[in-house]
């Protein structure tokens, strides 16, 4: 039969039955770039969602250009290198570099020009009504321009270094992402110079938004931009010359480190050496201010070798992630989500011993809606206890504030043997897991840095106790990073344990990260990059056996990112098989769901919400006896074969059925924060009747939370 795929897709033309070779279809799969733009544009979504307190809708905008940010750093930077060697290598999708970044380019200005507009002409009247005004220059009274008149004197302009463009002063090298000024000039200076230009970079170390004093505002929450009291007086620092134009601008540079993992001797040192060159890497995206005249524009475009597609024109601020500061300064409970207490679960609450609750049977924890507080609690308890050996830690995200180091250093201290695998290549954390490495090392822990060409993403800790004359091990294992921040901003699951083979397990997992040799087979966890991603396509494959041998079989997944071809060749296989598949994929994903003979049966979903979607959990049927698996790892090529990942089986029957329900049932029932991938790779916002919103976020804090 044909299989149709939405008509902005090529059909295909394939068998009820496609063989591997027809599921190899270059058009069966979407552009994990691409894909990663859309989920960009569901963010941007949530500032134009009216149902959202005002506030909030604002940091969604800031959240937006900080993602769009990392996208260019990142993303847009590898496949400009792609470019530049000549690369022809292309992903499933079968699109080379130049391809895709043309197509990167025209979504981004799309979406870029649609950010401004929500700024202009929804966010910034809807503040002002509410009394939260920025004031631009040409609206300052004559009391505000006196005020800021002296800021710029007192504050500015003692620590700002313009630099006239002449032979002895070239264009100077920027660093990513810095708000900087170009200015054009008549008139000569004092040695009679004059090229007609100068740059003038805006001081990192001031803040970007500035609130008035109430003695000349209306209103207590009125704030001036930095950016806007540069361009006033920014012809103050041209003693004799006349400043004819000052317009912002903003360069993003390529921010991927390169360490050859396999040529240092010391990964630690060689990332040290890599992280300055992060701010002064090949220029990608080369953002103006709209009013920026054209000939000054190409001037720029040729000073960063860029070309016209790199540039976008901001109508407004040119880094709006620099609002995000406005929710903080601005005391307006009722603009904001309502606070919420995160609960702790009865029979932790009820024992004053951790491991006495652990012992009586595994506890799962549901973050944010519960608190991480009780495996902090774990760790003080281990770090005192003097029946604690030892513990292990992974850490992949986390600062020396942190109450979880705060408690790893208080065990060295006491004596006990503490091991952190810390992996310092996390990225944009690689400086804050450098100085969290030397911290834990100076209170006397061992730490190490994981396995040459394998990030250590795993979230595991695990804590062995003499208890009588045996050695008992009590493990955690989780989804999301030991951050006490995020863990009040991210949904994760963390669970803890005393099943001895869970503990043996992870005590070998620790051996295969600290040490050389074969640790083993595991009894239990699942673990890549070796045994996980077979695991998961033999899963798959006994689903599609069910379904032929009794007509019933389903597989559930909720994931951040959806690419690796074999997985998705093999849940298509599923959908043919009459597998219901359901998948909540909060961000890439590579599959096109509702394509006829291929994936009628495959659901996606994304919920975007207030808090960032991040466990990942698989389900499937097992003609009855369901298995149920959490898991550090997305369905990810690097996450199967580049990192090191645990995988959880989920074996007590009633903390199943309860992450079934609060991870499917209640998600797959949201109608208020969910979107539907469409086969043409775009998504849907799913709409509900008046009087029938569902949202499983809000559902969880009703239910799970104090």
């Not at 959908?575 to 769901?593: E, T």
Request: a negative charge; aromatic letters at 8%; glycine letters at 6%.
């Amino acid at each position: 039969m044909a299989c149709v795929l939405n008509s902005a897709v090529p059909l295909i033309e394939c068998s009820s039955a496609m063989d591997n070779d027809a599921l190899n279809n270059p058009e069966l799969y979407i552009n994990r770039e691409l894909s990663l733009l859309e989920f960009h544009r569901r963010v941007l979504a949530q500032a134009k969602d009216e149902s959202l307190p005002l506030l909030e809708r604002l940091r969604f905008l800031c959240i937006f250009s900080s993602v769009l940010d990392e996208f260019f750093e990142i993303r847009v930077a590898g496949l400009k290198q792609q470019e530049a060697y000549g690369a022809q290598s292309r992903g499933p999708d079968n699109m080379t570099p130049s391809e895709q970044l043309r197509r990167i380019s025209h979504t981004a200005h799309e979406i870029v020009d649609e950010q401004y507009v929500v700024l202009n002409e929804a966010l910034l009247p809807s503040l002002d009504a509410e009394g939260i005004r920025f004031i631009g220059k040409e609206d300052w009274n004559a009391r505000q321009r006196r005020w800021i008149k002296r800021f710029f004197n007192h504050e500015l302009a003692p620590v700002m270094s313009p630099i006239g463009l002449d032979p002895a002063h070239p264009f100077p090298q920027l660093i990513n992402k810095s708000l900087t000024f170009i200015v054009t000039l008549e008139g000569k200076d004092a040695f009679g110079r004059n090229s007609g230009k100068a740059v003038l970079q805006a001081p990192r170390s001031l803040p970007r938004v500035i609130r008035l004093p109430e003695s000349c505002t209306a209103s207590p929450n009125e704030f001036v931009l930095l950016s806007s009291i540069i361009a006033a007086h920014a012809g103050d620092l041209f003693l004799g010359m006349k400043a004819t134009g000052v317009y912002q601008f903003r360069v993003t540079r390529n921010s991927d480190l390169f360490v050859d993992e396999e040529e240092v001797d010391d990964l630690l040192r060689a990332l040290e050496g890599e992280l300055s060159s992060r701010r002064y890497g090949d220029a990608v995206r080369l953002e103006v201010a709209n009013d920026c005249p054209d000939d000054l524009e190409a001037f720029l475009i040729a000073q960063f070798q860029l070309s016209r597609d790199d540039v976008f024109r901001c109508n407004g601020p040119v880094n709006l992630m620099r609002l995000a500061t406005v929710p903080d300064l601005v005391n307006r409970p009722d603009l904001k989500y309502p606070g919420f207490t995160p609960s702790v679960p009865e029979r932790v609450r009820a024992a004053n011993d951790m491991f006495e609750a652990i012992s009586r049977a595994d506890i799962l924890l549901h973050h944010p809606f519960q608190s991480f507080a009780p495996f902090v609690e774990f760790l003080r308890q281990a770090a005192r206890d003097p029946g604690v050996l030892s513990i292990r830690q992974t850490l992949y995200r986390t600062g020396t504030d942190s109450v979880v180091v705060e408690a790893l250093t208080d065990a060295a201290n006491n004596g006990k043997e503490v091991l952190v695998v810390i992996e310092l290549r996390a990225r944009f954390d690689e400086a804050a897991n450098i100085e969290l490495a030397n911290h834990l090392q100076s209170a006397g822990a061992q730490v190490v840095y994981g396995v040459v060409g394998h990030k250590a993403h795993a979230k595991m800790c695990l804590v062995i106790r003499r208890e009588g004359s045996t050695l008992k091990r009590y493990a955690h294992l989780g989804t999301g990073n030991y951050h006490t921040r995020t863990a009040r901003l991210y949904t994760d699951y963390g669970l803890f344990t005393r099943d001895p083979d869970i503990g043996e397990d992870v005590q070998k997992v620790f051996q295969q990260l600290t040490a050389m040799g074969r640790a083993g087979r595991l009894k239990k966890l699942l673990q890549s990059p070796f045994t996980l991603h077979k695991s998961m396509l033999e899963l798959i494959e006994g689903e599609i056996r069910n379904a032929g041998e009794n007509g019933t079989a389903r597989i559930m997944a909720k994931m951040n990112s959806l690419i690796e071809p074999q997985i998705i060749q093999a849940l298509y296989r599923a959908s043919q098989a009459g597998v219901q598949v359901d998948l909540i994929v909060r961000g890439i994903c590579g599959l096109r769901p509702g394509v006829e003979g291929v994936s009628e049966n495959i659901r996606v979903r994304s919920i975007v919400g207030r808090f960032l979607e991040h466990p990942r959990v698989f389900y499937f049927q097992n003609g009855g006896e369901p298995k149920v698996f959490i898991s550090s790892a997305d369905w990810m090529g690097r996450n199967f074969f580049n990192r090191v990942e645990t995988c959880l089986p989920v074996e007590n029957k009633s903390l199943r059925r309860r992450i079934v329900k609060e991870t499917f049932d209640t998600y797959l029932d949201d109608n208020a924060q969910s979107w539907l991938l469409q086969s043409d790779g775009t998504y849907t916002a799913v709409e509900h009747e008046p009087g029938n919103r569902s949202s499983a976020q809000e559902k969880l804090l009703t239910q799970l939370a104090e």
